[in-house]
T-cell receptor
Framework: QKEVEQDPGPLSVPEGAIVSLNCTYS??????FMWYRQYSRKGPELLMYTYSSGNKEDGRFTAQVDKSSKYISLFIRDSQPSVSATFLC?????????????FGKGTKLSVKP | NAGVTQTPKFRVLKTGQSMTLLCAQDMNHEYMYWYRQDPGMGLRLIHYSVGEGTTAKGEVPDGYNVSRLKKQNFLLGLESAAPSQTSVYFCASLKTGAGDTQYFGPGTRLTVL
């Protein structure tokens, strides 16, 4: 079993939909949880960052961490075609060596007008 | 402020040829990383560096070498390219502190025939 599991999709939704992207993990030492967004033929860029459990909201995006279930989610409200991208979850341990992140495989999201 | 840049953007090699990929960052970051991204495999860490003159192996280091002679540059070398090294290569640098954000370059698309 990989340390981080993420359904690669692809996921296609209509404009205005609420989207839920998820990752599960096996390493209970993970404390930092991130979501990166990657547009086609571009490098990933940090979208959301959460430490330990709880929710964090930024515009139409909400990141949620449930450490008891080893499960993280990214919710996207009122999705627009411009949101279409691949979303990668990433995590690391507290004091994790040299900032090394463990990435999920990424979920490709397409929002249709 | 250009962030993280990568040279070249595209390259086609024949089996057995060698090449060097250059990554440069102008953010004075200590940590730098080389990843490869393959369909269905996600981002995998090849090598990383925690400072000028230091390098360390990541998850998939075989067939690659790296050097960090200057803080702003991180070179990835392929001594004898193989078709299995056909991939998109991303360089990243790390800003430490809250979030430990990794900043990615635009990628190099390498095809080995």
């Amino acid at each position: 079993q990989k340390e981080v599991e993420q359904d690669p999709g692809p996921l296609s939704v209509p404009e205005g939909a609420i989207v839920s992207l998820n990752c599960t993990y096996s390493n209970s030492a993970f404390q930092y949880f991130m979501w990166y967004r990657q547009y086609s033929r571009k490098g990933p860029e940090l979208l959301m960052y959460t430490y330990s459990s709880g929710n964090k909201e930024d515009g139409r995006f909400t990141a949620q961490v449930d450490k008891s279930s080893k499960y993280i989610s990214l919710f996207i409200r009122d999705s627009q075609p411009s949101v279409s991208a691949t979303f990668l979850c990433a995590m690391k341990e507290y004091g994790g060596s040299q900032g090394n992140l463990i990435f999920g495989k990424g979920t490709k999201l397409s929002v249709k007008p | 402020n250009a962030g993280v840049t990568q040279t070249p953007k595209f390259r086609v090699l024949k089996t057995g040829q060698s090449m060097t990929l250059l990554c440069a960052q102008d953010m004075n970051h200590e940590y730098m990383y080389w990843y490869r991204q393959d369909p269905g495999m996600g981002l995998r860490l090849i090598h990383y560096s925690v400072g000028e003159g230091t390098t360390a192996k990541g998850e998939v280091p075989d067939g690659y070498n790296v050097s960090r002679l200057k803080k702003q540059n991180f070179l990835l070398g392929l001594e004898s390219a193989a078709p299995s090294q056909t991939s998109v290569y991303f360089c990243a640098s790390l800003k430490t502190g809250a979030g430990d954000t990794q900043y990615f370059g635009p990628g190099t698309r390498l095809t080995v025939l």
